[in-house]
C-alpha cells in the first residue's frame, strides 16, 4: 500500500500487487484501494493480451495473404504444356522470318 500511495505501481507490482489479498485490519478507504488498483492492473492486462492477439492475428493474414499473392504470382507465370509448347513453336516461327 505504501508503494500505492507514492504512486510507484512497478514496485507495487513487483511486491505482489496483483496476489495480494485485502488486510483484515485496514480501513474500508485503505482495502476500497487496493481493490481498485488490482481491478484497475487486471483490466490493463487483459487488454494488453487482446491487443497482443489482435497482432499477432493481423500478422497471420497479412502472411497469408502475401503467400496467396505469391502462390497466384507463381500459377500465372507457369504455363501448362501444351500452351508453352504453342508459345515455344510461335517464338521459332517468329525468328525465323
Do not use: I, K, N
Request: some cysteine.
Amino acid at each position: 500500500m505504501a508503494a500505492l500511495r507514492l504512486d510507484d505501481l512497478d514496485y507495487a507490482l513487483d511486491l505482489g500487487l496483483l496476489d495480494m489479498p485485502p488486510c483484515t485490519d485496514c480501513l474500508p478507504a485503505c482495502t476500497a484501494q487496493l481493490t481498485a488498483a488490482q481491478a484497475q492492473r487486471r483490466a490493463a492486462l487483459t487488454a494488453r493480451a487482446r491487443y497482443r492477439a489482435r497482432t499477432a492475428r493481423l500478422e497471420q493474414r497479412a502472411a497469408e495473404r502475401a503467400a496467396r499473392a505469391v502462390a497466384a504470382q507463381t500459377r500465372s507465370a507457369s504455363l501448362p504444356p501444351a500452351a508453352a509448347a504453342a508459345l515455344a513453336r510461335a517464338r521459332e516461327r517468329a525468328g525465323r522470318t
